[in-house]
């Protein structure tokens, strides 16, 4: 059963101390979200189940394994990676960098095959950039290229997928077609964890959410749960306006969280 967790972990950074004690987990068929204020440690616990920070103290377990015990190709086979404001400086055709995602399938000096051709043109498809597969990647919007870089993870075929604000900078339209894939793709069987910032994509597509709140997990749970009751409006500092389906930031409460 696909499966990634952290488990109290502690992580340090430039001397300060980033996570303290964070415990979260994904399995197969999930859609995790990790939700909290700008500096709460969102990207630094993404990057530690990605096995790219070490902690201190806890442990990440991809499959019931250590992520330490996986050799870096096994790793990248299992996780794809979506990091946060990708950049793309070299004038690379869409369909090259989407190709690159399937570099952990193959051995050194092999050439690309027709199934990787094949899994790339439905990666390019399933983002909805299949139209830019032969444009200079360099050349194409902050949004464009962002679904482009999700491709390049698909490609991949990970049973993971680890995704730092991937609908950021992204229309509406683009928004609903990401979180759609991603809720899709863990039908499949995908264990997803993904940093949101808009609370109503979080409420509505994610099964659980995981509050971060100066590095700890200030509350997790079924998303309307973590939602309601206080803990999400202390930690963000608003008053939140809820439905069903639905949160929005009304009203600043005070000082910045
Ligand atoms: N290399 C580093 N050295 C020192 N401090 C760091 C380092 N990387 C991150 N931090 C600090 O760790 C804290 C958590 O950062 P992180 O990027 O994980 O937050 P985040 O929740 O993803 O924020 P945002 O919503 O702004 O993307 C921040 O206070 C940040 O300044």
Same mark, same amino acid.
């Given at each position: 059963? *696909?499966?990634? =967790? #952290?488990?109290?972990? !502690? %992580?340090?950074?430039?001397?300060?101390?980033? /996570? &303290?004690?964070?415990?979260? @987990?994904?399995?197969?068929?999930?859609?995790?979200?990790?939700?909290?204020?700008?500096?709460?440690?969102?990207?630094?616990?993404?990057?530690?189940?990605?096995?790219? *920070?070490?902690? =201190? #103290?806890?442990?990440? !377990? %991809?499959?019931?394994?250590?992520?330490?015990? /996986? &050799?870096?190709?096994?790793? @990248?086979?299992?996780?794809?990676?979506?990091?946060?404001?990708?950049?793309?400086?070299?004038?690379?055709?869409?369909?090259?960098?989407?190709?690159?995602?399937?570099?952990?399938?193959?051995? #050194?000096?092999?050439?690309?095959?027709?199934?990787?051709?094949?899994?790339?043109?439905?990666?390019?498809?399933?983002?909805?950039?299949?139209?830019?597969?032969?444009?200079?990647?360099?050349?194409?919007?902050?949004?464009?290229?962002?679904?482009?870089?999700?491709?390049?993870?698909?490609?991949?075929?990970?049973?993971?997928?680890?995704?730092?604000?991937?609908?950021?900078?992204?229309?509406?339209?683009?928004?609903?077609?990401?979180?759609?894939?991603?809720?899709?793709?863990?039908?499949?069987?995908?264990?997803?964890?993904?940093?949101?910032?808009?609370?109503?994509?979080?409420?509505?597509?994610?099964?659980?959410?995981?509050?971060?709140?100066?590095?700890?997990?200030?509350?997790?749970?079924?998303?309307?749960?973590?939602?309601?009751?206080?803990?999400?409006?202390?930690?963000?500092?608003?008053?939140?306006?809820?439905?069903?389906?639905?949160?929005?930031?009304?009203?600043?409460?005070?000082?910045?969280?």
């Amino acid at each position: 059963m *696909t499966r990634i =967790e #952290a488990d109290g972990l !502690r %992580v340090r950074l430039g001397g300060a101390e980033v /996570l &303290t004690g964070v415990s979260v @987990a994904a399995a197969g068929g999930e859609v995790v979200g990790l939700i909290g204020p700008n500096g709460s440690g969102k990207t630094t616990l993404l990057g530690a189940l990605a096995g790219l *920070t070490v902690p =201190e #103290a806890g442990h990440v !377990r %991809v499959d019931g394994a250590a992520i330490a015990a /996986l &050799t870096p190709t096994e790793r @990248a086979r299992r996780i794809g990676y979506l990091e946060q404001n990708p950049v793309a400086h070299w004038p690379l055709a869409v369909e090259r960098v989407a190709m690159l995602g399937r570099t952990p399938h193959r051995a #050194a000096f092999q050439g690309e095959t027709d199934g990787d051709r094949r899994i790339v043109a439905r990666a390019l498809e399933r983002c909805g950039v299949a139209g830019f597969a032969t444009r200079a990647v360099n050349t194409l919007s902050g949004g464009e290229r962002a679904r482009v870089m999700l491709a390049r993870a698909l490609a991949g075929e990970p049973r993971i997928l680890l995704a730092d604000e991937p609908v950021a900078g992204l229309d509406p339209y683009h928004q609903l077609q990401v979180m759609e894939l991603l809720r899709d793709l863990s039908r499949e069987g995908m264990a997803v964890v993904v940093v949101l910032h808009d609370l109503s994509l979080a409420v509505r597509f994610c099964d659980r959410l995981c509050l971060l709140e100066h590095g700890r997990v200030a509350a997790s749970g079924e998303p309307s749960a973590v939602l309601d009751g206080g803990t999400a409006e202390r930690v963000f500092a608003v008053d939140l306006r809820r439905g069903d389906g639905w949160a929005i930031p009304w009203q600043r409460r005070g000082a910045a969280p």
